[in-house]
Structure formats: structure tokens, C-alpha cells
């Protein structure tokens, strides 16, 4: 069945430093969404990507859709002492289905 | 009021014994699901729900049943609670084809 793996589980960064955090579905996938859970917290939406090869950008944030659509990407630059949580990629097959999720990157922070 | 609501947010029980974690939505959606979160395993799917009369198991379905009662409801139970069940299990919607998830606050269960 559709698997999505993700690495690393754990980044310890200095403020200031750049993040990277990997997705990679056993399968092409139709879409893959991002989350942030901030500890204690829930799952939040933060972007979808749907076309191959698509790049798309958040303030410090960019996430890419590779051209093959099995492997995505999300990177911080300059991380802030906000950006502390878990970051989910999660993949959906063809028409849309059944959302899976990766097992999550979670990202600190030194000040 | 949040859009998606899970009854108890924290809960304990004990072995063998049978509980229902409940998951309500105003969102309208027709899509539900229902996830667990373990240190290191990510978010889980138990079991989906496309519409009223759908449902389908997820990647760890054994132990777990569901039932979606109306298109708000849909609703978990461990038929008989065994220690490795805890974990944090959350709820999700969101509307067909290719939309955001949204997720309730979480519901903590600990089995012991």
C-alpha cells in the first residue's frame, strides 16, 4: 500500500540556521499537503502542492513537489524560535483519496 | 467554538476495558478520519470515511471500530483496551477531492 517516509525525525538547529526536513511515497502520489504541530498542539494546514516539479514559497518557507511526484520538500531558512514543532508531509494517490501522513520531522530551536 | 470537537480530550481507562472517543464537526464536510500519533511513527490512519455510508480501514484498523452516524459524527471504539492503544488520537475532516485536513484538538488516552 501507499507508504510516505520522512527524514530526518529529529533536527536540532541554532536560531539563524537554515532547515530541511524530506518526503519520499513508495507510490505517485496526486498531491502532498504540509503541517505544523506546534508542541501540545494539533496538526495545522500550511500548503498543498499538486503539479510535478511545482515550487512554491512562504515568507521563509519553501516547499517543493518533486518531478516524478513520489518526493517533496520543506525548507526553512534562518530558522526563528517560532518555527519549533513537528512538520508533517502527508500524500494522497489518485483521485484524491485517503490522506497518509510521514512520520514527521520535529524541529528545535536554540535560541 | 472549534470546528472540530473530540470528546474526552483526555481519558483513562483501563485493560480490557471497552471505550469510544467521539469526533463532531460544523465544517459540513463529507470526509472524516481518524488518526493516531505515537513519538517516532508519525500520524496513523485507523479508518476513513468518505461519506455516511463509507468507511474504510486504514493502515492499523485491528482493534478499532468506527461508526459515522451522521455526516458531523464519527465516532472510535477499542472494543477491549490493551496498554499499547495509548497514544494520542486525533480526528480529522475535510471536504472531497484534493482539500486541507483540519484536525480536532486531540484526545490523550492512556490504558494501563
Known amino acids: 500500500g501507499q507508504q510516505v517516509m520522512q527524514i530526518p525525525q529529529y533536527q536540532h538547529v541554532q536560531e539563524g540556521e537554515d532547515f530541511t526536513t524530506y518526503c519520499n511515497s513508495s507510490?505517485?502520489?496526486?498531491?502532498i499537503q504540509w503541517y505544523k504541530q506546534r508542541p501540545g498542539g494539533h496538526p495545522v494546514f500550511l500548503i498543498q502542492l499538486v503539479k510535478s516539479g511545482e515550487v512554491k514559497k512562504q515568507k521563509r518557507l519553501t516547499f517543493q513537489f518533486g518531478e516524478a511526484k513520489k518526493n517533496s520538500s520543506l525548507h526553512i531558512t534562518a530558522t526563528q524560535t517560532t518555527d519549533v514543532g513537528t512538520y508533517f508531509c502527508a500524500g494522497q494517490g489518485n483521485q484524491g483519496g485517503k490522506l497518509i501522513f510521514g512520520q514527521g520531522t520535529e524541529l528545535s530551536v536554540k535560541p | 467554538d472549534a470546528d472540530v470537537t473530540q470528546t474526552p480530550r483526555n481519558r483513562i481507562t483501563k485493560t480490557g476495558k471497552r471505550i469510544m472517543l467521539e469526533c463532531s464537526q460544523t465544517?459540513?464536510?463529507?470526509?472524516m478520519y481518524w488518526y493516531r500519533q505515537d513519538p517516532g511513527l508519525g500520524l496513523r490512519l485507523i479508518y476513513y470515511s468518505f461519506d455516511v455510508k463509507d468507511i474504510n480501514k486504514g493502515e492499523i484498523s485491528d482493534g478499532y471500530s468506527v461508526s459515522r452516524q451522521a455526516q458531523a459524527k464519527f465516532s472510535l471504539s477499542l472494543e477491549s483496551a490493551i496498554p499499547n492503544q495509548t497514544a494520542l488520537y486525533f480526528c480529522?475532516?475535510?471536504?472531497?477531492?484534493?482539500?486541507?485536513?483540519?484536525f480536532g484538538q486531540g484526545t490523550r488516552l492512556t490504558v494501563v
Open positions: 465544517k459540513g464536510h463529507d470526509r
Open positions: 507510490t505517485t502520489l496526486s498531491n
Open positions: 480529522a475532516t475535510s471536504d472531497s477531492g484534493y482539500t486541507e485536513a483540519f
